[in-house]
């Protein structure tokens, strides 16, 4: 299981001492120390010490943050609620056997003996009892709405909200967000309720108070408090990672909590965690009010959100990619694919260039590029500089609404065959006949040539190159035949390229991959063998 989970239904927020602690901590012993010395010091000397000893204590308070949350802990609690959700427990059909609740996995089967265990001594309606799950959220507007986590409420039968007072409240779910893990519910009651204000998440520095309450382990009301250890968190939740990291202690049951600032703006909603353990270890994630505030909005106004859609797959620019395209450092995307019909393909973006600017602003890497495009009103038109090439280029393109059916499957590794003619750096290579596109499951669009075979511990084994693999092009070439392969990188050689840009397919899926074509012991082993 990976170490980052999510903090609410199956997992839970986590933080460690501050370590703003431990500095104020070390200060006050510095001003220990300093008394001491000074009642050794001859008499004539101890004049300038008081001094000394003021300023060490005056820092030692500086970094002791602030002497209660008190205050600030009184106001916000009753924005935070509790949010309960339950799902009906369905048995698959066919499968047979004792289903036991909280066991994941097959039923115990028939005739084992515990199934007569658990059929003697277990509850009548054991199997019959829905799932239930517990959450956090906060209260957006007096009139009832509500923020929480996507994972949450997901596949949720019934949703209730336990307010700070103890009222329950069954919610609506307004919309939720999976790509970024945000839910909007409503309830309707005939008081006006206590509502938060959000905050700028942009202005939120590394080292900054902050406040998190929630309903860890279903204990509601719970205030833990910390500092913003990090920004920009990429976790590989999705497409839109961004998050704060803080040390604030948060644990299961807080997934959809605010966190807030010393000023009582909420900067980030609380959702996942870094726990190698199970326990808290002081690595927690919240999404920055930054992206919450627009996508509440527009569930709000929507019920769904509406994103930019460029069409293309893209990729981080490498220190390798960028020697073999030309870029002095590593910046921008390369574009990897275009999908046929898309913007990107008809306002002539094609794979291998690089993205350098969308919309007037520098694209230093590809998640920044994402999140333009998905902020991107639909229907407008945007410039969009490219390097191809080795020269810039300027092309307008009119962004799309982003479909979820657009979105790639993930890659799953083809199985492997050692056939077909040597190429070079270790590739066994194949032209695409039937018999190899159905071995290999590749579609009948796909052009290029297929790598059979890679040998080990050759440079293209070391770059992640599999058999099904189809190699698209090399550099700005399209690829038909083996042959021209090694024609590719024999001509890089010859120009004293320290790598050549190869696009591969994988089950649908294009990357670039920069090869290195200095010789190595693989390719050596390969042409002794």
């Known amino acids: 299981m990976s170490p980052i989970e999510m903090s609410g239904r199956d997992a839970g927020l986590r933080r460690a001492v501050r370590p703003v602690r431990a500095v104020a901590l070390a200060g006050a012993l510095a001003v220990c120390s300093a008394g001491a010395a000074a009642q050794d010091l001859p008499a004539g000397e101890r004049g300038t010490q008081p001094d000394a000893r003021q300023a060490q204590q005056q820092q030692a308070r500086s970094y002791s943050g602030p002497e209660s949350f008190a205050t600030l802990a009184r106001e916000k609690l009753p924005t935070v609620v509790n949010v309960s959700t339950t799902q009906a427990r369905t048995a698959p059909e066919g499968d047979g056997g004792l289903r036991i609740p909280g066991l994941p996995g097959l039923p115990i089967p028939p005739g084992s003996p515990l199934e007569d265990f658990f059929e003697r001594f277990a509850p009548p309606d054991m199997e019959q009892r829905p799932d239930s799950a517990l959450g956090s959220g906060f209260i957006v507007d007096p009139s009832g709405y509500i923020v929480t986590n996507n994972h949450v409420v997901e596949q949720a039968d019934e949703v209730k909200v336990i307010l ?44 900054d108070w902050v406040l998190a309450i929630g309903n860890p382990f279903g204990l509601g009301g719970t205030v833990t408090s ?18 704060l990291q803080t040390d604030a202690s948060i644990n299961r049951g807080n997934s959809g909590g605010p966190l807030f600032d010393m000023d009582g703006l909420v900067v980030g909603v609380n959702t996942a965690i870094f726990s190698p353990t199970g326990g808290s270890v002081g690595i927690g994630f919240a999404i920055p009010s930054s992206i919450a505030q627009p996508v509440i909005r527009q569930l709000r106004e929507e019920g769904e959100v509406v994103r930019g859609y460029l069409g293309v797959q893209i990729q981080p620019i490498t220190p390798e990619i960028a020697e073999a395209v030309g870029l002095d450092e590593p910046r ?122 890679v040998e080990r511990d050759s440079v293209a084994a070391e770059q992640g190159f599999q058999p099904g693999d189809v190699i698209r092009r090399i550099g700005g070439e399209k690829i038909e035949t083996p042959d021209e392969v090694s024609a590719q990188i024999d001509a890089a050689r010859e120009a004293d390229r320290n790598s050549v840009l190869v696009l591969r397919e994988r089950q649908g899926n294009a990357l670039f991959a920069a090869l290195p074509l200095a010789e190595q012991v693989g390719e050596e082993g390969a042409d002794g063998g």
């Open 164 to 207: 700070s007072d103890e009222t329950e409240l069954p919610a609506e779910v307004i919309g939720t967000d999976p790509l970024t893990d945000l839910a909007l519910l409503k309830v309707e009651t005939d008081r006006e309720l206590t509502a938060v204000e959000w905050g700028n998440s942009d202005e939120a520095e590394v080292g």
């Open 226 to 243: 910390g500092i913003i250890s990090a920004r920009a968190r990429q976790i590989n939740a999705g497409p839109y990672d961004d998050f």
């Open 332 to 453: 921008g995307a390369l574009v990897a694919d275009v999908v046929p019909g898309s913007p990107a393909a008809e306002a002539g973006i094609e794979p291998g260039d690089v993205i350098l600017e969308y919309a007037g602003d520098d694209v230093a890497e590809p998640r920044l590029l994402s999140r333009a495009v998905a902020a991107t009103e639909v229907g407008t038109e945007r410039e969009v500089v490219v390097l191809r090439d080795g020269e810039r280029q300027t092309l307008d393109v009119e962004i799309a609404r982003l479909q979820s059916e657009t979105e790639m499957a993930a890659a799953e590794d083809a199985p492997a065959q050692e056939n077909g003619v040597e190429g070079p750096l270790g590739l066994e290579l194949s032209e695409l006949t039937p018999e190899l596109r159905r071995q290999y499951g590749i579609e009948d669009g796909t052009e290029g040539v297929v790598v059979t075979g």
